[in-house]
């Protein structure tokens, strides 16, 4: 449940960084997303037709902050997001490093408190950190988005550990793995440890065919998904026999 | 008056905010804008005047992730 809605699939899918407007149309048909992101800049050419491929797909859409480093620059580029497509749901990212893209806590929660106060749906880019997390549900954020890596980097779930226990710490909190994701078995892996969505951009779009990995995605997210509800086995250090003893025929002659 | 918009110098002789996006010729309710870095609803865009050296921003959706 994401802000009262309810998402029958779980990959939130970003449209930048696609070899044409084709592939991205195509990609987001394939990837079964409900959810799509996107930016706001300067007005230019070509504007009418990425509109389109948005109003056609169907998706909600999640606009971003991306790019703002100060508390300021995020919350006036959340109202334009808001005016300009009609939706409370923003993606907060204040990013406190420009090679890093590492999201500033500090500015992060300010924002995040400015902008619930004011009426928004926000979904905060942040760290694995418990205590910012704790800070964000003060401030009004009823979903966390923690990185599952550096944006762009494909490293995967870095803390693993990190990120079990965020799981564990917020278990009525929506969580998002945001960022970092480079395969669909690292997706997979976020949905089994009980995380509800994932968003990725540049595995779909910079993979040699993107149409076909945003299935491949969607695929991974959905089976992981399930198998946390059918329930893992644990892991165990020692060998445990599959096939019964009993009933074992004597064939030592 | 010379403004900044979106970033370029600009020579405009448009009294008001709502007036500068008329003159540009882009499509209103396409874009949203910002006056000196903070955000202006549409419904406020005519009655905001625009003085010499404005940095005015119009932005509209674009790919991200």
Not at chain 1, 10 to 39: K, W
Not at chain 1, 194 to 206: H, R, S, W, Y
Not at chain 1, 211 to 237: K, N
Request: hydrophobic share 45%; aromatic share 6%.
């Amino acid at each position: 449940m994401f802000y009262g809605i309810d998402l029958n699939t779980r990959l939130m899918l970003g449209t930048a960084q696609y070899p044409s407007p084709e592939v991205l149309r195509a990609a987001i048909s394939a990837s079964d997303a409900e959810v799509i992101t996107v930016s706001l800049r300067r007005e230019g050419p070509g504007g009418s037709g990425f509109r389109d491929i948005l109003q056609d797909s169907g998706c909600r859409i999640l606009p971003n902050t991306a790019g703002c480093h100060t508390v300021r620059e995020a919350v006036t580029t959340a109202h334009m997001a808001r005016e300009l497509f009609g939706t409370p749901w923003i993606k907060l990212e204040v990013i406190g490093h420009a090679d890093t893209l590492q999201p500033d806590p500090f500015a992060l929660v300010e924002a995040a408190r400015i902008l619930c106060a004011d009426g928004f749906d926000v979904f905060p880019y942040t760290t694995e950190d418990l205590i910012v997390g704790e800070k964000l549900i003060e401030a009004g954020c009823r979903v966390l988005m923690p990185w599952g890596a550096p944006i762009g980097s494909g490293q995967g779930l870095r803390n693993i550990g990190g990120l079990r226990a965020m799981r564990a710490h917020f278990p009525q909190v929506p969580l998002v793995i945001d960022a970092g994701i480079g395969a669909p078995s690292q997706a997979m892996q976020a949905m089994e440890m009980g995380f509800d969505a994932v968003l990725l951009n540049t595995a779909v779009a910079k993979a040699l065919d993107p149409v076909a990995m945003a299935r491949a995605f969607s695929d991974a997210i959905t089976a992981g998904r399930l198998a946390r509800e059918a329930g893992l086995m644990p892991a165990r250090d020692m060998a445990h026999a599959s096939t019964p003893v009993f009933g074992m025929a004597e064939l030592l002659a | 008056m010379r403004i900044d918009l979106n970033g370029a110098s600009h020579e405009t002789a448009a009294p008001t905010l709502a007036d500068l996006i008329v003159e540009t010729g882009i499509e209103a309710a396409a874009v949203a804008t910002a006056l000196n870095g903070q955000f202006v609803p549409c419904a406020a865009r005519a009655s905001t005047p625009l003085t010499p050296g404005a940095k005015v921003e119009l932005l509209a959706p674009m790919q991200g992730g």
